[in-house]
C-alpha cells in the first residue's frame, strides 16, 4: 500500500504546484475561454489545465512503477505504457482544438487513433463474465467494442465539463472507486493509474472548484475520459467478476447518461451529435434554481451513491 499511497500523493503534489505555473503560460498560446452565450462564467479563463493534471498524473504512475518494482509489487507495464501514448495522443489534440477549435471529425479521429493504439498494447475487451455459463470471449467484436467505449468515455466526461470543478471532481469519485474495485480483482496496475488520476484530479480541483481561476480545456477533459475509460478495461472488464460489465458502468453513471440524453436528443431534433447545446444536466440544474456550487455538490452527491452500489456489486459474495 504505500506505492499507492506514495503515488496518490506525488499526483496530487505535482499538479497543485503545477496547475499555477500552466495558467501563467496561457495567454502566451492563446488558451483562453472567453464568454460567450451558452457559457457560465464572465470573464476569461484559461483552459489548459490539462497539462498540469497529465504530467502530475505521468511523474506519478512512472514513480509507482519504479518504487513497486522495488519493492516487489508486480505490475504488467505494457498495458500502462499504452494508455499514457494513447492518452497523450488525445492530449495533443484537445490541446490544438483549445487553441485553434478543430472540427469534430478531425477529434474523433485521433480519439479514434488514440483508442488504436492502446488496443495495440493489450487494452481490449476480449470476454464479458456470463453469471449461467462462465466467460462469454468476444472474438473481433470486442476491438469495436473497445473503440466505442474508450472514446465514448473520452467524450463523456468532456461534455459534462460544463462547471467548475464538475469534470475533475466525477473523475476523482470515479477514479478512487475503480482503485478499489482493480484492488479488489487484484489488477495492480489498473489501480495504480486510478490512484494516480485521482489525486491529479483533486490537485487541480484546488484551483477549478467555483469560482475556477483555470479550466480543464478539451485537453483535460479528453485526457482524464481517456484514462478513466482505458483503466476500467485492464481493472474490471479483465476480471472474471461475475458484474464486470456493470460495475464501471454504474460508476461513470453520471457522464454516461448524460451523453446518450445528449446525443438522443440532438438526433430526435434533427441535429448533429456533435452540437452543442445547453440542455445537459448541469444546465438543467442551474435552470431549476440550483447556483453552481449545489449543482455540482449534486451531482458529486449521485456519483458517490452510484459509486457505494458499484462497490457493494463487486465486493466478493
Known amino acids: 500500500m504505500v506505492t499507492f499511497l506514495l503515488t496518490f500523493l506525488i499526483a496530487l503534489i505535482l499538479t497543485i504546484l503545477l496547475t499555477p505555473m500552466v495558467r501563467a503560460f496561457a495567454p502566451e498560446i492563446g488558451a483562453l475561454d472567453k464568454p460567450?452565450?451558452?457559457?457560465?462564467?464572465?470573464?476569461?479563463?484559461?483552459?489548459?489545465?490539462?497539462?498540469?493534471?497529465?504530467?502530475?498524473?505521468?511523474?506519478?504512475?512512472?514513480?509507482?512503477?519504479l518504487i513497486g518494482g522495488a519493492t516487489?509489487?508486480?505490475?504488467?507495464?505494457?498495458?500502462?505504457?499504452?494508455?499514457?501514448?494513447?492518452?497523450?495522443?488525445v492530449l495533443i489534440v484537445g490541446l490544438l482544438d483549445d487553441i485553434y477549435r478543430l472540427r469534430p471529425l478531425i477529434k474523433l479521429?485521433?480519439?479514434?487513433?488514440?483508442?488504436?493504439?492502446a488496443i495495440s498494447f493489450g487494452v481490449t475487451i476480449t470476454f464479458v463474465s456470463?453469471?449461467?455459463?462462465?466467460?462469454?470471449?468476444?472474438?473481433?467484436?470486442?476491438l469495436p467494442l473497445?473503440?466505442?467505449?474508450?472514446?465514448g468515455m473520452t467524450n463523456a466526461v468532456n461534455l459534462i465539463d460544463g462547471l467548475d470543478g464538475l469534470a475533475a471532481g466525477v473523475t476523482a469519485i470515479s477514479a478512487a472507486t475503480l482503485f478499489f474495485v482493480a484492488l479488489r480483482t487484484h489488477q495492480l496496475g489498473a489501480a495504480l493509474m486510478m490512484l494516480a488520476l485521482a489525486g491529479?484530479?483533486?490537485?487541480?480541483?484546488?484551483?477549478?472548484?467555483?469560482?475556477?481561476?483555470?479550466?480543464?480545456?478539451?485537453?483535460?477533459?479528453?485526457?482524464?475520459?481517456?484514462?478513466?475509460a482505458a483503466s476500467s478495461i485492464i481493472g474490471v472488464f479483465k476480471t472474471t467478476l461475475v458484474v464486470?460489465?456493470?460495475?464501471?458502468?454504474?460508476?461513470?453513471?453520471?457522464?454516461?447518461?448524460?451523453?446518450?440524453?445528449?446525443?438522443?436528443?440532438?438526433?430526435?431534433?434533427?441535429?448533429?451529435?456533435?452540437?452543442?447545446?445547453?440542455?445537459?444536466?448541469?444546465?438543467?440544474?442551474?435552470?431549476?434554481?440550483?447556483?453552481?456550487?449545489?449543482?455540482?455538490?449534486?451531482?458529486?452527491?449521485v456519483c458517490f451513491i452510484l459509486s457505494v452500489i458499484a462497490l457493494v456489486m463487486a465486493l466478493p459474495k
Open 36 to 65: 460567450a452565450e451558452r457559457k457560465i462564467h464572465s470573464s476569461i479563463i484559461p483552459r489548459n489545465g490539462g497539462w498540469a493534471i497529465y504530467i502530475g498524473f505521468l511523474v506519478a504512475v512512472l514513480f509507482g512503477l
Open 72 to 89: 516487489g509489487v508486480i505490475i504488467h507495464p505494457k498495458p500502462i505504457l499504452g494508455i499514457l501514448l494513447g492518452g497523450s495522443v
Open 109 to 117: 479521429t485521433f480519439q479514434i487513433i488514440g483508442a488504436i493504439v
Open 130 to 142: 456470463n453469471p449461467l455459463n462462465g466467460l462469454l470471449p468476444l472474438g473481433l467484436i470486442g
Open 146 to 151: 473497445t473503440v466505442i467505449w474508450i472514446v
Open 200 to 228: 491529479a484530479a483533486l490537485g487541480f480541483l484546488r484551483y477549478n472548484f467555483f469560482p475556477a481561476s483555470i479550466f480543464l480545456g478539451d485537453a483535460g477533459s479528453y485526457f482524464l475520459g481517456f484514462v478513466l
Open 244 to 301: 464486470a460489465l456493470v460495475v464501471p458502468v454504474i460508476i461513470l453513471g453520471v457522464p454516461i447518461f448524460d451523453t446518450t440524453f445528449a446525443i438522443l436528443r440532438r438526433i430526435r431534433e434533427k441535429k448533429s451529435p456533435f452540437a452543442a447545446d445547453d440542455k445537459h444536466i448541469h444546465h438543467l440544474l442551474l435552470r431549476a434554481g440550483l447556483n453552481q456550487r449545489e449543482a455540482v455538490m449534486s451531482i458529486y452527491i
